[in-house]
């Protein structure tokens, strides 16, 4: 019946209320006439002339004041109001008429009466009605606490009054004079009750509206709450609330932040925009997880001109969408180009950089996959190693000041041919640093050469993160590939920033590695994220759980830890996140043979010789082979 009501016509929906009003108003009318007669009343003489008049004179008055403009299942305070106005200027009207017209056997009470009967008759039925098509008598599917009982969470609690799915049952705050108070009849209580009220009022959601309280803070409570059978999420952000994207209603899962455990330190503005304000900048891998978050944080910094160079038709597109719609709305304009190319075209890497003059480049462009690389070794070997030397010599010919490669923790000791092929894109870049390069046509002047070396970001494509999220959507299980296994984790804007500070910091060869905080086993965060959506673990201990975990072994050239530095003792910079490295390398007139061997042996696809030679040219590589 509700669904069939909430498809009629709004025509006819208006039909009704008239109808219903209408009625309401002779029933009012019969009322008070027999309050004031004091016996069950039946209309007589001109008495009906006072019943026929009633409807007809209300019905434009509520009409000019739009009764029937509103939806009845979002009504909410403001209706009440102009419901009351309305019916007090019908009431003032028909009390004025009753007392000039003087009519035999009408009491001139009944045009006080009548319409503070109406009036509660009225606002019962709206009620009601938003009662009943709201959904409010069906059982909600999610039961919910909010967590905040500030401006945000009573925002929350009002958005919520009209969606069926939700049913609020509390707020619990860490203010002990909101404790007790109400919001609305919703009651707010201390976080101590937390366990209790979940119990008692069979919670499913908590959602954090805490928009100001401190990272550490937003920890220790979503700490707290894991220990809960809930699933813990949180509101958009308030700019998307104001600008109407979305809708309080529009829960999110909590973010990725949230997940690490720890805060990002603030960057430093001048750092950031020390290479890069009113400068060219040239990103390649643009449309990857990284590049893309690089063009981003690039475009804050108020360059000139962007470029952004892919080979993915549709990863360029995306970004230069999101990047051109950023442009439009800034007050200082920025030139962005849009660069389809293979970084390990040579010649066209050398047309970009004579056309467009870069002053910075920053070389995200990678195939990064550690299973994918080591299913095509050769192809890997070419975008990693010659791909980067190619980027490397336009930049040199064509007057690049500054050159940062991005680089992983996988270049350590490699067990995998992707990080093999950074340790030699690294490699390449050391070596010209420190021992020059063989003169070129064109060539005009020295380029500062860095690397910045970090672990996994969350988020991206290839991260756990939006793996478990589906695994534990679709009820599991959950696949990490061995107990022991660990990684070093930071957040894709974070790792963005401190690359381009780190790059700024660069006297020349430098190699940047970048503070990840303490390894995290991929279990734990397995077994958090069931915690967090409000789900168990099922193991020996617990068969009944909802959720179960399964090892699927190491894959090929998988490690079960990763480390970010080959030697020791690394040294501090002016960036608390951010450390300075001095590695061994091989000089130039070593390298050069072992490179134009690497590349005789890709060409072919001989994957043994390639195995070989980055054995030889690697320090600390041992391929694992097939898992």
């Known amino acids: 019946m509700l669904m069939h009501a909430l498809t009629w016509p709004r025509a006819i929906k208006r039909l009704v209320a008239v109808a219903l009003d209408a009625g309401l108003g002779l029933l009012a009318m019969w009322l008070a006439f027999s309050l004031r007669l004091d016996t069950l009343h039946w209309p007589e003489g001109l008495q009906w002339r006072v019943y026929l008049l009633g409807p007809v004179m209300a019905f434009p008055i509520f009409v000019h004041m739009g009764l029937y403009r509103a939806i009845f299942r979002y009504n909410g305070i403001a209706a009440l109001l102009t419901t009351g106005r309305a019916v007090a200027t019908y009431g003032a009207l028909l009390l004025a008429l009753l007392l000039a017209a003087k009519w035999e056997g009408v009491p001139r009470s009944v045009g006080m009466l009548q319409p503070l009967i109406l009036l509660l008759l009225i606002g019962t039925s709206r009620a009601l009605g938003w009662f009943w098509l709201s959904g409010r008598m069906y059982q909600a599917r999610y039961r919910l606490l909010i967590y905040g009982a500030g401006v945000a969470g009573a925002q929350t609690a009002a958005g919520l009054a009209s969606a069926r799915q939700y049913r609020l049952r509390g707020f619990v705050d860490d203010d002990p004079r909101k404790i007790g108070s109400s919001i609305n009849g919703i ?44 699933r813990i999420r949180t509101l958009p952000s308030l700019t998307d609330l104001a600008s109407g994207r979305v809708s309080v209603t529009d829960f999110q899962d909590l973010d990725i932040i949230d997940l690490l455990g720890r805060a990002p330190v603030a960057p430093d503005q001048g750092l950031l925009e020390r290479n890069l304000r009113g400068a060219v900048v040239l990103v390649t891998g643009a449309g990857g997880s990284i590049g893309s978050e690089l063009c981003r944080q690039i475009l804050n910094a108020r360059p000139s001109r962007l470029l952004l160079l892919d080979h993915s038709e549709y990863a360029l597109y995306s970004i230069h969408q999101e990047l051109q719609a950023s442009v439009a709305t800034s007050q200082e304009g920025c030139t962005l180009v849009p660069l389809l190319a293979n970084v390990t075209d040579e010649a066209h890497m050398a047309r970009i950089c004579r056309a467009h003059r870069p002053a910075s480049i920053y070389h995200a462009a990678a195939y990064k996959h550690v299973p994918m690389v080591e299913a095509n070794a050769a192809e890997g070997i070419f975008n990693n190693v010659f791909g980067t030397l190619s980027v490397v ?13 991005v680089s992983t923790d996988k270049a350590v000791r490699p067990t995998n041919v992707m990080g093999a092929s950074k340790r030699i894109a690294e490699l390449i870049l050391q070596a010209i640093a420190a021992h020059g390069w063989p003169p070129l046509d064109g060539d005009q002047g020295p380029t500062r050469f860095s690397m910045v070396r970090f672990g ?37 804007p974070e790792a963005a920033q401190l690359v381009l500070q780190a790059g700024a910091m660069a006297e020349g060869g430098d190699l940047f590695l970048l503070d990840m905080g303490e390894p995290i086993r991929i279990v734990d965060l397995a077994r958090r994220m069931v915690a967090l959506s409000g789900l168990t673990v099922r193991d020996a201990g617990h068969p009944a759980g909802d959720i179960a ?44 043979p072992r490179l134009e061997a690497l590349r005789d042996a890709a060409l072919v696809g001989d994957t043994p010789a390639i195995t070989a030679l980055l054995q030889q040219m690697v320090r600390g590589y041992q391929p694992t082979g097939p898992a």
């Open 393 to 405: 010599r336009a930049a040199m010919a064509h007057g690049v000041r500054h050159f940062v490669l």
């Open 456 to 492: 996994n970001v969350l988020g991206s494509s290839g991260s756990v993160i939006p793996l478990f999220r589906r695994q534990i959507a679709a009820g599991g299980p959950v696949t990490v590939t061995h107990p022991e296994v660990t990684r070093y984790f930071m957040t894709i």
């Open 187 to 230: 009651r707010v209580h201390a976080p101590k009750a937390l366990p209790a009220l979940v119990q008692r009022e069979d919670i499913t959601d908590v959602l954090l509206a805490l928009p100001s309280v401190s990272q550490e803070r937003r920890r220790d409570i979503i700490k707290q709450l894991s220990e809960l059978p809930v």
């Open 549 to 592: 975990i399964e090892f699927t072994g190491l894959r090929p050239g998988e490690k079960l830890y990763e480390e970010l530095l080959i030697g020791d003792d690394p040294l501090p910079t002016a960036h608390p996140r951010i450390l300075r490295a001095r590695e061994e390398h091989a000089p130039w007139d070593v390298l050069q």
